[in-house]
């Protein structure tokens, strides 16, 4: 048998990869660092949600999508403004194009369905700026599982045939590269003791040999760094989120999100580029039941809560739940603290607050209908969000607005920030409550909700009827001090189109490829500055299609 290609990382962008070159019947190794029982990485813990473009989803929904319109929306979040963006323009363009042409008949010939079309980052409040003008989060029926099985049965009914390998507990090091031609040929590292830990719990690091592997090509598929919080500060970019870098964060990914290959790749001689944009989140919650080191569970939050920061004061339009995430981060890092409050109501958690992950939503994981009509047409929260009103360390339950801000100030005390005054508390619940006597309104928040409401799906499902928070009907009052949460490395390893990895002179470098995450999820930042969600799987599958179809065209 010839060299066979070498893939480093099992992640949802490696089985991709593999999926593509199995069908060609190219001989692959993959390697990983984790224990079988992690074999996906992060894609088995995610939401599912998948970014697609007038797909018939959309479209039985009602929703008007288009090319064009998904276009701007992604360069008016891009903001591409670099010369290395050269390479995530492109893929920015030929992204947008496959969510549109193939995305939908991709997906759903490896075997997803969709349960709904949700509406993420809906935007700074204009046209010309931020965010998804209609919803194309498509929420995949069985979640992060259902889509991780798609490509996880063909890699598996490769490895039976021979022509896939696992190498599980494997860490990779270093690259091997041929000094006279300056190519890729292998991989060099150390194998892990073997760890029976369960999935997503970090296991050892300790050593019980050396490896090396050589290869025709090597995909590097390893993941971002948000699992790193040295890392992710150490790229904090302090010009446009700062003046500090904050102090505390919640994990939103398991620890083999490391970040290291970055590092060996770059010194290998891969061009490395926009580490400084990555996308964090700041609704992110201390789980009560841990599985990684710091776990943070991200709120899915609708549009009714108030949202004030440490002081007290309520962020500014058009920083609402759900409307643009980095500007509320660069809000919130300018207050100085790291933290912000919601304050809501029995109502708007029972409509409005899902949690993002797998684990937190059992009724589309588990792929039950009853429980998800249960979700839509209940009148409680969902089991997950109910134990963390009862066990989360960040929520304050009352019925009593004093009782509440004094439940604030107990929490805001472990953080060193400030105590809350309830007037001044009450004052701006009332400010907010008193727009709510018509349909209408001046306050932009009460505009984003009514307008949502003209979305049927989200009228039945996810959004409150408009109320004032202080109507005891709705009680009882809730707080939820907020976090923020890593996620995710907007940039990363430069690559063609090909997911060719290049040169810092912008040469390719012979046999070396990467995808997903670990190359921005395309050309080393496909999102630019800002996403539209749904594009990190969805980024993980169109990149890590193409590393497969070039890598198989070279070898076939
Ligand atoms: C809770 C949660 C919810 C999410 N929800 C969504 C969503 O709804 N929509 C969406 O688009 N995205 C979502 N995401 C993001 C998305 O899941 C990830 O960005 C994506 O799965 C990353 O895939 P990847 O293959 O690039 O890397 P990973 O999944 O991180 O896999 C990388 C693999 O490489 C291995 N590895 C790393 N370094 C080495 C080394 N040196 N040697 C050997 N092996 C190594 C790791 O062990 C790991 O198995 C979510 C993420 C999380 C955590
Ligand atoms: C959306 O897709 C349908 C079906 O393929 C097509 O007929 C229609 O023209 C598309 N709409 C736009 C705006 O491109
Ligand atoms: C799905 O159902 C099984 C069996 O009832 C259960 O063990 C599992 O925890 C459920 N999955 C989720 C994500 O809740």
């Not at 498509?138 to 979640?143: A, E, P, S, V």
């Not at 599982?145 to 490769?158: G, M, Q, Y």
């Amino acid at each position: 048998m010839t060299a066979p290609v070498i893939i480093v990382g099992g992640g949802l962008a490696g089985l991709v990869a593999a999926t593509e070159l199995a069908k060609k019947q190219v001989h692959v190794v993959i390697v990983d660092q984790e224990n079988e029982a992690n074999l996906g990485g992060q894609a088995f813990w995610s939401l599912g949600g998948i970014f697609c473009v007038n797909s018939s989803n959309q479209r039985f929904l009602g929703i008007k999508d288009s090319r064009e319109l998904a276009m701007q929306d992604w360069f008016n979040s891009a903001r591409f403004d670099r010369e290395d963006d050269f390479w995530p323009k492109k893929w920015a363009e030929a992204f947008v194009n496959f969510a549109t042409d193939h995305m939908e008949t991709y997906v759903k010939n490896a075997g997803i369905s969709f349960a709904n079309v949700g509406w993420a980052e809906r935007g700074d409040g204009s046209a010309t700026g931020h965010g998804n003008s209609v919803p194309r989060f498509h929420l995949t029926w069985g979640t992060g599982p259902a889509v991780l099985e798609a490509f996880e049965k063909p890699v598996r009914e490769a490895a039976k045939k021979g022509i896939v390998d696992f190498k599980f507990r494997h860490r990779v090091d270093e690259l091997i590269v041929d000094e006279s031609t300056g190519a890729a040929i292998g991989v060099r590292g150390h194998i892990l003791e073997p760890s029976d830990t369960a999935r997503g719990v970090a296991s050892s690091r300790e050593t019980i040999d050396t490896f090396e592997l050589y290869g025709s090509n090597i995909v590097i598929t390893s993941g971002g760094i948000g699992g790193n919080v040295d890392m992710v500060k150490k790229n904090w970019p302090v010009d446009r989120l700062g003046p500090h870098v904050p102090k505390s964060f919640v994990v939103g990914v398991p620890a083999h999100v490391d970040g290291r290959m970055i590092d060996i790749a770059q010194e290998a001689g891969a061009n490395v580029i926009n580490s400084d944009r990555m996308w964090h989140y700041t609704e992110g919650l201390h789980n009560w039941n841990s599985i990684w080191p710091q776990h943070g569970i991200r709120v899915l939050p609708g549009p009714s809560s108030l949202w004030l920061d440490a002081t007290g004061s309520r962020l500014p339009a058009f920083l609402f739940p759900g409307c643009d995430t980095l500007a509320t981060l660069k809000h919130i890092c300018s207050t100085g603290y790291d933290y912000t409050w919601f304050i809501l109501d029995q109502t708007i958690i029972s409509r409005e607050f899902g949690l993002s992950g797998s684990e937190q939503n059992p009724d589309v994981t588990n792929k039950s209908i009853l429980g998800m009509l249960w979700r839509i047409f209940g009148s409680s929260p969902t089991g997950p969000v109910q134990a963390f009103m009862k066990h989360g360390e960040d929520f304050v339950v009352e019925s009593s607005l004093s009782d509440l801000v004094a439940g604030m100030n107990r929490l805001a005390k472990e953080r060193d920030g400030p105590q809350l005054d309830v007037e001044d508390v009450r004052r701006e619940i009332n400010l907010r409550d008193m727009q709510f006597e018509n349909q209408y309104s001046k306050d932009a928040q009460v505009m984003l909700i009514q307008n949502a409401r003209n979305y049927p799906t989200e009228k039945r499902g996810r959004v409150a009827k408009p109320h004032k928070i202080l109507d005891p009907k709705h009680g009882p009052l809730i707080a939820v001090r907020m976090n923020l949460l890593t996620r995710k490395s907007l940039g990363g390893l430069q690559t063609d189109l090909d997911s060719n990895v290049l040169r810092p002179d912008g040469t390719p470098f012979p046999n070396l490829y990467a995808a997903g995450e670990v190359a921005g999820f395309g050309g080393g930042g496909v999102h630019g500055y800002s996403s539209l969600e749904g594009t990190f799987l969805g980024g993980c599958i169109f990149s890590g299609r193409a590393a497969g179809l070039k890598v198989a065209e070279q070898v076939g």
